[in-house]
């Protein structure tokens, strides 16, 4: 599985999307810190996906893409 995290300008929900079959769509507010992060989703996905998303977000080091759109960010993680 394939996860995309979209970061989103101003006020967001966050939000798990598993519309398309093989990606998760992780979206929320730009600027949110990692640790806030994990509190807030720790229930909504297994341990090793919050990991995932998480290192996809905060770890400068792990090989993704970042495209802009609009005013909002999307990052893929790249395999």
Do not use: W
């Not at 939000?15 to 507010?29: A, M, N, T």
């Amino acid at each position: 599985m394939k996860i995309e995290v979209h970061l989103i300008r101003g006020e967001a929900k966050t939000l798990f999307d598993f519309s398309e079959p093989g990606i998760l769509r992780v979206s929320f507010q730009m600027g949110m810190d990692k640790k806030h992060l994990k509190d807030r989703c720790n229930t909504a996905v297994t341990p090793e996906i919050l990991e995932r998303v998480v290192k996809l977000y905060s770890d400068e080091n792990h090989p993704k893409e970042m495209v802009e759109s609009g005013r909002n960010m999307i990052i893929r993680e790249l395999a």
